[in-house]
T-cell receptor, first 115, second 115 residues
């Protein structure tokens, strides 16, 4: 069964450094998402992306965050200058369409640790 | 605003016993609801989804959920728990409009299965 893959599985970065989290969505999916889960808290929506532009972003997704689909397969999340509070598990997801009934398929996540 | 609430952050059952994980929703429009499971160190896996076709929804691994509009509930059940069911379970509602939806998650319920 096709799946969403994320790399790396664990990223350790110094505060203030830039980090790029990578995702390969399911190949025939058109809608892409990033979510994050701070330890002990609920999974939170960050951003959705369709047709090479952001569809929606949350309050969390400030100017330090950006997303990109640099080629036909990868979908990346960049944090320009990391802060301690960015430490979390980041999940990439994709869906065939953007409709309400469409399930989103998640990767295994990247655990980001900011020191 | 649409949201879900999961009652009980931790549920513990014996192997072979009934599993009941509670989820209540708040929505002014017919909701699209999902249950996801997260095994340790893994991503979110779709268990089942409610999209108004049938109120009793069957999912993977023997789980099912019943949509009850009168109770604004979408509780997840399994008749007989197995050790492999130990995981965290998330209820989610699809929020948005047009072809632009995101998932809003509950806080999750950790299921422990005792031998």
């Amino acid at each position: 069964e096709p799946e969403v893959t994320q790399t790396p599985s664990h990223q350790v970065t110094q505060m203030g450094q830039e980090v790029i989290l990578r995702c390969v969505p399911i190949s025939n999916h058109l809608y892409f998402y990033w979510y994050r889960q701070i330890l002990g808290q609920k999974v939170e929506f960050l951003v959705s992306f369709y047709n090479n532009e952001i569809s929606e972003k949350s309050e969390i997704f400030d100017d330090q965050f950006s997303v990109e689909r640099p080629d036909g397969s990868n979908f990346t999340l960049k944090i320009r200058s990391t802060k301690l509070e960015d430490s979390a598990m980041y999940f990439c997801a994709s869906s065939q369409t953007g409709g309400a009934h469409q399930p989103q398929h998640f990767g295994d996540g990247t655990r980001l640790s900011i020191l | 605003a649409q949201s879900v609430t999961q009652l009980g952050s931790h549920v513990s059952v014996s192997e072979g016993a009934l599993v009941l994980l509670r989820c209540n929703y708040s929505s002014s429009v017919p909701p699209y609801l999902f249950w996801y499971v997260q095994y340790p160190n893994q991503g979110l896996q779709l268990l089942l989804k409610y999209t108004s076709a049938a109120t009793l929804v069957k999912g993977i691994n023997g789980f099912e959920a019943e949509f009850k509009k009168s109770e604004t509930s979408f509780h997840l059940t399994k008749p007989s728990a197995h050790m492999s069911d130990a995981a965290e379970y998330f209820c989610a509602v699809s929020v948005g409009g047009g072809s632009n939806y995101k998932l809003t998650f509950g806080k999750g319920t950790l299921l422990t299965v005792n031998p």
